[in-house]
């Protein structure tokens, strides 16, 4: 077993609203181990960001322990931090939002080695940048241009190359792939995975797209607003889903075996408001096995196996448990 880099007790991000508190994250654990890869995935809404920007502290949480080689970093001071971000990275969604226009391709990426001083002199910065460009794939005539001269991908490995700057050992990857072509979807996907194996890397990769994550991801932690339902290795999720949310998300991934038959779990009714959810199961009104005592009381997260967890009341009476 690797040792643990990123820890997360009982973390809750709560945002005020008019009507009341919206529990965007509330109470999640999970840890990652140095050089693995933890997918989270959700449909849209379910707090996945959020979670990856609170680890970071772009967004300071509600409650909760947030460890990075085991240092509670909600501790740290303004001091602290801007050392810390020299260890921990992301790489934003858009890769057109999340890069400055007014800066060449080169600019962007010495920014992070200007601020953190990372470099003695001119030289040795242009030195480092066409470093970096080389290891993404960008090549050299690429310095001077414009984020809007470039298509998507050449975007993205832009963001990838600033990311990676600092020689950091954890990079939340917020959903990187989902703004692009799937053949650039490919590339930018294998250029992750080798810098991984490169440098040692740890990430958390966000999306919604199960398709991608089951080959990228060491293990997949399920998102249902706010609340993890189920976390296991990639492999065993695939193979014994236990929650019905998790079951319907599979459920959902489209397949070029035309022998296969689809058996799409189709979800209806009302999704629950994450505005003061009050107790229960967050899934019960979209849930076709649903009872009183899920309306009624808040499961929490049971291990079945090494590493899987679920919350579930219903899930060891319904046989959904496989050995």
């Not at 209806?268 to 899934?283: A, H, V």
């Amino acid at each position: 077993m690797n040792k643990v880099l990123v820890e997360v007790k009982n973390l809750k991000k709560y945002f005020h609203t008019p009507k009341g508190q919206l529990h965007a994250v509330d109470g999640i654990n999970f840890a990652i181990e140095e050089g693995k890869t933890l997918g989270v995935v959700g449909e849209s809404g379910c707090g996945k960001s959020t979670t990856g920007r609170v680890i970071l502290r772009l967004l300071e949480a509600t409650d909760g322990e947030i460890f990075f080689e085991g240092k509670d970093i909600r501790k740290f001071n303004k001091a602290e931090m801007i050392k810390l971000r020299e260890e921990m990275q992301i790489i934003f969604q858009d890769p057109f939002a999340s890069l400055n226009p007014r800066m060449t391709v080169s600019e962007i990426i010495a920014e992070p080695l200007i601020i953190h001083k990372k470099c003695k002199n001119k030289k040795e910065l242009d030195e480092r940048v066409k470093e970096l460009m080389e290891t993404v794939g960008l090549t050299e005539r690429l310095v001077n241009t414009y984020p809007h001269e470039l298509d998507g991908g050449r975007r993205q490995r832009i963001g990838i190359a600033r990311a990676l700057a600092l020689n950091p050992k954890f990079i939340v990857c917020d959903e990187p792939v989902s703004a692009l072509d799937v053949s650039i979807q490919a590339q930018v996907l294998n250029l992750m995975k080798d810098l991984q194996e490169k440098f040692g890397l740890t990430y958390m990769f966000i999306t919604h797209d199960l398709s991608v994550v089951k080959h990228f991801s060491d293990d997949i932690a399920v998102m249902y607003l706010g609340e993890l339902v189920e976390k296991a290795p990639s492999k065993e999720l695939f193979k014994n889903p236990i929650h019905p949310y998790t079951k319907a998300l599979l459920s959902a991934i489209p397949t070029i075996n035309i022998n296969k038959k689809m058996e799409r779990i189709k979800l209806e009714g009302e999704i629950t408001s994450p505005i003061n959810p009050g107790i229960g199961c967050r899934f019960a009104k979209r849930c076709v096995y649903a009872e009183k005592i899920c309306s009624e009381k808040s499961p929490v997260l049971e291990k079945v196996k090494t590493n899987h967890f679920f919350a579930c009341h219903r899930a060891k009476e319904l046989g959904f448990i496989k050995e």
